[in-house]
């Protein structure tokens, strides 16, 4: 048999290329399925498909290697594989035809079309047509369907051929050749797509389930989207008062849905076209579609009928410039390639409002069967159809990235913000709702049920309770000093007795000087034993930030272990002398609403501010909220944390209330082996520790069950817990609590018990505590859309002391509650899954990007973590380079080593440019790693594990120099050898983008494209390729190829001519 070698379109390069990186899958499957009734011939059936197959190269075609690309390979002639099933129960053909239309091609042996029909009955059949998209697309499946159901109808009619030629048209082949002519032509719309695309966002940023893997796969899910009945006539008459399609309001709704689940203002959405302007074309079967990117702008929140318009002159703009190839388009932009994610556009709506795919048939009814393959070609892709008078709409999104009840709530989103832009189009976008009222009441209502009981007696008259109950139970241990709760409560009664002498009570503040000890425990407890409130203040703190904080709280009597002059009357905790007066002696008993402590956290001006927490809501948190981690009697509570951090409250009061005993780590007990000895040796059972602590300690991975078996409670916070401290230190017999809250909420907010193998997350409110997420109009966003956190209930702090201002700022009132009621808008980013556990996503202010890509830097700690030599890591970005930190378990793994790890698990542009082996991470006064004393990373040759090799030739030496350049690296000295991979330097995609464009200012880069780079990835087989540039010509067959379509199309045109002149 004959067959024919033609060059591949731009197109098909392009999906040959995506259809190599997921082998096997069904991405790129094209069926349409039919339940027929009535009288069906198969015999004739499969005699008209053999006729269009015939009549169509494209449906002949197989894919062959040629040359690092692809040759496409037409036969003469091929036999149609159709199969026939009989017998098939109807129950389970649905399944059947999902699982034949989701087989895989292959796409060089062929054939790239297949049918199978089921008989269900006699006048009863199933019918299913798959192509791959390689050689068809929606529009030629629609020819490809009226042209079977013609030639069905003439063997039907005549009983005799199905053949009737037409007139002749090009074929695909030709069509191919003639688009790889053109691409020289395509200069201006290229610069068309390039100017309009210039700096817009390399990706979108969608709030993702689950980390984007370092190579995406096709594996995907389907959601129908439910729209409202008549939408597809409301959209016709938005559009027609605003001159447009309903395809534009369609990609307006889609655009602002994006913005709003993603927060971001510029984004760009691909959109296929048909390809079919020439009129040669137009009856033509293959794959013709192409890609557009087309950038929406929603920055100051315009109306929906502006940002329609100017969806309509975007698209009526790029209309003249639809054939330019997308891969030429992202060739020019030439954006940094990710084998985690597509090029340019992540998104795509794909709208179809012609007349549905039909199969006509005569002398039965061929009613469409609704085939959604699961396999996706985008993060998320918006699939609209016409069927009937109304539309039918889909999303299709990745299971790399997104669960599939998250897509779920994300559809019913949609439908309900297209219903609101539709009923009200001249309002801002981000007025139009997103939850249906059910899902608002669930969010809302359903998931912050927390009522639970507290205690009536206020907490320094429950640590009495206690101190009754169980007067010579241990309460504090702090070094060599060993307290009961008798000795606690009497010596904090005696000094509540001279605060009251002096003036103590309800409103007054005491600051409370004291290194942390046993001596700051008593003074808080006497403090509010007396009826006052305390105010901690660290004495190693410089002394104009300390006279700050007294000024600004009121404080007026400070207690301190000597004389400091801090500019208020001074006491020491243990003397018997009468204190300096500091007002009348108050006779009144603190209340639930006085305030019980006022605590200073960092602002973001750089100026502390307090918080002054009422007794009530600490209260709320010594009884109700203990009791979910819990801590009771028979508990030893490490108190580790400042006593400037809200932390120590929770330890102080936990321990106290419970009757359980309370031991103070030293200053010298803050990590690593240190803090294990001191939870080993005091045998702790309940510990709350920042996740940098944490991770400092020792932990074989062959010991972890038998390590600190009497730590049954590990609660962290204060930062993002990484998955890796859940791995090492999760055990049956331990709980790992990850606890969120900051102190405007005293202290704790949400928690959740954490387990290996699964996401870190922040869980669910605390007793009496709400939590919302919520956009920037204070309205709950969808499952899986990032909002603002904002937290409500029994543990609200009063607000900023003396800071009216910042308290109305940061106090708000609640929507969701009673008059009256308030919550605090935290500035953290949250997000909730379809169960209505929260995550937490960082802060507002802080969010990290890096060459136009949204970093994670938890996401590189966690991974690094899990590397069997790291102990601890922390990433941070430095100016437009990514550096790790990294503590080694033991000898430090080589560089190269944990830049491979990440590369494994996490996109290119999440792999650093540089690692740092540290001894210990900086950590603050609260345990935290302290970012800004990580030290700036060293412009100098990583370890790579190998000897340098200095660079021999000329063209070597210029390799080295211009990577050296690229990577930041010194230009003399032992830098960049032969042999050193680019990579493993620290360099990526983004980088190599540098090294072509000083290659080419030098005029050395030969042809390169960025292809090249990446398979030669060492200086010296970069120098080898520079010195043996690359071919211009094209091979034989691909010109012999050429000249065959060439001379067909010749040959064709001569054709048509003759029959013109025959017909005049």
């Not at 700022?809 to 929507?815: G, K, L, Q, S, Y």
Request: glycine letters at 8%; a negative charge; hydrophobic letters at 45%.
């Amino acid at each position: 048999m004959e067959k024919y070698e033609f060059p591949v379109s731009p197109a098909q390069a392009r999906m040959l290329v995506l259809d190599q990186l997921n082998p096997g899958t069904a991405q790129y499957n094209v069926p349409v399925a039919f339940d027929v009734r009535g009288r069906f011939d198969v015999q004739a059936f499969r005699a008209a498909l053999e006729a269009v197959v015939a009549a169509h190269e494209s449906l002949r075609t197989v894919f062959q290697p040629h040359d690092g690309g692809y040759v496409q390979v037409v036969a003469e002639e091929v036999r149609v594989a159709l199969r026939v099933e009989r017998d098939v129960p109807a129950a389970r053909a649905h399944a059947r035809l999902k699982a034949e239309a989701a087989a895989p091609f292959d796409v060089e042996a062929g054939p790239l079309l297949r049918c199978v029909v089921h008989v269900i009955a006699d006048e009863h059949h199933l019918v299913l047509l798959t192509v791959h998209h390689l050689v068809c697309d929606g529009w030629s499946l629609r020819l490809l369907l009226e042209q079977v159901s013609g030639a069905y109808r003439r063997l039907a009619s005549t009983g005799g051929s199905p053949a009737d030629p037409g007139p002749l048209v090009p074929q695909y082949p030709d069509y191919a050749v003639w688009q790889r002519e053109r691409l020289h032509t395509m200069d201006e719309s290229v610069a068309f797509w390039a100017d309009t695309l210039k700096d817009a966002p390399t990706t979108l940023a969608l709030p993702a389930d689950r980390p984007r893997p370092a190579v995406q796969s096709a594996a995907g899910g389907v959601v129908r989207v439910p729209l409202a009945p008549g939408t597809r006539e409301r959209m016709a008459e938005v559009a027609a008062g605003r001159n447009a399609t309903p395809y534009m309001v369609m990609f307006a709704a889609f655009a602002a849905f994006l913005a709003r689940i993603s927060g971001q203002r510029d984004l760009v959405i691909a959109v296929p076209v048909a390809g079919r302007d020439h009129p040669d074309v137009q009856d033509m079967i293959g794959l013709l579609v192409n890609t557009i990117a087309v950038r929406a702008d929603l920055s100051g929140d315009p109306a929906f009928s502006d940002l329609l318009g100017q969806v309509r002159d975007r698209l009526l703009a790029a209309r003249p410039h639809h054939e330019a190839p997308f891969e030429a388009v992202v060739q020019a932009l030439a954006p940094g390639r990710e084998l985690s994610h597509d090029p340019l556009v992540q998104v795509m709506l794909a709208y179809d409002d012609d007349t549905s795919f039909a199969l006509d048939l005569p002398g039965a009814t061929a009613e469409r069967v609704e085939l959604l393959l699961d396999d996706a070609k985008f993060d998320l892709l918006m699939n609209v159809e016409r069927q009937g008078d109304e539309l039918a709409a889909h999303l299709v999104h990745r299971a790399d990235l997104f669960d599939r009840e998250t897509v779920r709530h994300w559809a019913r989103a949609f439908g309900t913000l297209l219903d609101g832009l539709l009923t009200e189009p001249g309002r801002p976008v981000s007025a139009a709702g997103l939850l249906p009222p059910a899902d608002q009441r669930l969010i809302v209502d359903g998931w912050n049920r927390t009522a639970a009981p507290t205690a009536t007696r206020l907490v320094p008259d429950l640590v009495a309770e206690r101190a009754a109950e169980r007067p010579d139970a241990t309460a504090l241990v702090c070094g060599s000093t060993t307290l009961t709760y008798r000795e606690v409560l009497e010596r904090a009664d005696r000094l509540a007795e001279r605060l009251r002498a002096a003036g103590v009570g309800p409103e007054i503040l005491v600051g409370l000087c004291l290194p942390r000890g046993a001596d700051m425990v008593v003074a808080a407890l006497a403090v509010l034993r007396a009826g006052g409130a305390y105010v901690p203040l660290d004495p190693g703190h410089p002394a104009a930030r300390l006279k700050f904080m007294i000024a600004d709280a009121g404080v007026r009597l400070l207690i301190a272990d000597g004389p400091v002059d801090l500019g208020v009357p001074v006491a020491t905790p243990s003397g018997e002398e009468p204190l300096p007066p500091v007002g009348p002696v108050l006779t009144a008993r603190p209340r639930p609403a006085d305030t019980a402590y006022v605590l200073y956290t960092s602002g973001s001006t750089g100026t502390p501010k307090g918080v002054a927490v009422e007794h009530r809501a600490l209260l709320n948190l010594a009884t109700a909220v203990r009791h979910q981690f819990p801590v009771t009697g028979d508990d030893r509570v490490l108190q580790y944390v400042s006593f400037g951090f809200d932390v120590a409250v929770s330890d102080v009061v936990f321990s106290l209330v419970a009757g359980a005993e309370l031991h103070i780590a030293a200053e010298c007990e803050r990590l690593g082996e240190d803090l294990y000895a001191r939870l080993r040796d005091s045998r702790i059972t309940y510990a709350f520790l920042p996740p940098s602590a944490a991770m400092s300690l020792p932990c074989p991975p062959d010991a972890r069950e038998s390590l600190l078996p009497d730590l049954r409670t590990l609660a962290v916070g204060g930062e993002a817990c990484p998955a890796e401290l859940v791995e090492r230190w999760a055990t049956p017999r331990r709980r790992i609590v990850d606890a969120y809250g900051p102190s405007e909420t005293t202290v704790y907010a949400t928690t959740a018990d954490l387990s290996p193998g699964r996401p870190v997350v922040i869980g669910r409110p605390v007793a009496n505590g709400r939590a919302y997420v919520l956009d920037e109009r204070l309205r709950p966003v969808p499952v899986g859309v990032t909002g603002e956190i904002y937290l409500a209930g029994s543990g609200m702090a009063r607000g900023y002391a003396n800071r009216p201002g910042l308290t109305a700022e940061r106090f708000v009132a609640d929507p969701y509650a009673p008059p009256g009621g308030r919550m605090y808008r935290t500035g953290d980013l949250g997000r909730y899954d379809a169960d209505g556990v929260l995550s937490y996503l960082g802060r507002v202010d802080t969010q990290v990007k890096l060459r136009g890509f949204r970093v994670e830097l938890g996401e590189i700690e966690t991974v690094l973590a899990a590397h069997p030599g790291v102990s601890v890591a922390a990433a941070s970005v430095r100016g437009d380079r990514l550096a790790v930190y990294v503590v080694a378990g033991g000898e430090p793994p080589p560089a190269a080593e944990l830049r491979a790890w990440l590369g494994d698990r996490l996109p290119g542009y999440m792999v650093p440019d540089s690692v740092v082996f540290l001894p210990e991470l900086p950590v603050n006064r609260s345990g935290k790693v302290d970012r800004s004393l990580l030290p700036e990373p060293p412009p100098t040759r990583p370890d790579l594990g190998r000897p340098y090799v200095a660079p021999a030739t000329d063209t070597e030496r210029l390799v080295a120099e211009v990577w050296a350049d690229a990577l930041g690296l010194p230009p003399t000295g032992a830098q960049v050898g032969a042999h050193d991979n680019f990579f493993d330097l620290g360099g990526n995609s983004i980088r190599l983008l540098a090294v072509l464009a000083a290659l080419r200012e030098r005029g050395r880069d030969g042809g390169l494209r960025l292809v090249d780079l990446f398979r030669h990835a060492t200086v010296a087989a970069l120098a080898d390729r520079l010195d043996r540039p690359a071919g211009t010509q094209p091979p034989a067959d691909a010109g012999e190829a050429r000249r065959r379509g060439r001379s067909r199309r010749e040959r064709l045109a001569a054709r048509r001519n003759a029959q013109k002149g025959g017909n005049e």
